[in-house]
């Protein structure tokens, strides 16, 4: 089976602009969880989500977003970006959620200048 | 709530040493516990996870876990340690119904010769 896939995997920005991510899980996973990683707050928990559905979020500001499709591919977005956005994303995906194994992906660097 | 904790940011060992990696956990109800090591410009990947199955977890590329109740701890361990091995290693707990994972601020393991 292939892994779950992230694009792009370098994305640069400058301040004020918008970014979008996409990520498209393992076949059969249906939660896609997103996951911020920086050298200072290390790996932090963005949001979840399971059948089209946000069932679970981290505490990051309302310019951060998500939303996942039918075939459970996911998309997250990022308005009015900051400096301070500059970070590893990743993406992971399980079967149901819950206590299920994440399997991450490669991750998309964002840098933003 | 979950949080974990793991000592010391940066371990190095000889190669054919013992690696031993700490972390300890606190959650309110019965965790999940993971460990997963990302290689450079990578994402994570699962070693191994503790499931309240058994104690002593076996994961893969040689490391194992144990899980005591009694010190909040799961430490991951290696008999003897490889180059290949050098990498950052985190610890996390899921929990409470949800999927989301608490990372800990993980472990850079270097391997000398």
């Known amino acids: 089976k292939a892994g779950v896939t992230q694009t792009p995997r370098y994305l640069i920005k400058t301040r004020g602009q918008q970014v979008t991510l996409s990520c498209s899980p393992i076949s059969g996973h249906r939660s896609v969880s997103w996951y911020q990683q920086t050298p200072g707050q290390g790996l932090q928990f963005l949001f979840e989500?399971?059948?089209?559905?946000?069932?679970n979020k981290g505490n990051f500001p309302g310019r951060f977003s998500g939303r996942q499709f039918s075939n459970s591919r996911s998309e997250m977005n990022v308005s009015t970006l900051e400096l301070g956005d500059s970070a590893l994303y990743l993406c992971?995906?399980?079967?149901?959620?819950?206590?299920?194994?994440?399997?991450f992906g490669p991750g998309t660097r964002l840098t933003v200048l | 709530a979950q949080s974990v904790t793991q000592l010391g940011s940066h371990v190095s060992v000889s190669e054919g040493a013992l690696v031993l990696l700490r972390c300890n956990y606190s959650s309110s109800v019965p965790p999940y516990l993971f460990w997963y090591v990302q290689y450079p410009n990578q994402g994570l990947q699962l070693l191994l996870k503790?499931?309240?199955?058994?104690?002593l977890v076996k994961g893969i590329n040689g490391f194992e876990a144990e899980f005591k109740k009694s010190e909040t701890s799961f430490h991951l361990t290696k008999p003897s340690a490889h180059m290949s091995d050098a990498a950052e290693y985190f610890c996390a707990v899921s929990g409470g119904g949800g999927n989301k994972l608490t990372f800990g601020t993980g472990t850079q393991l270097k391997v000398e010769l």
């Open positions: 989500y399971f059948s089209e559905t946000q069932r």
């Open positions: 503790y499931t309240s199955a058994a104690t």
């Open positions: 992971a995906s399980s079967l149901q959620g819950g206590k299920d194994t994440q399997y």
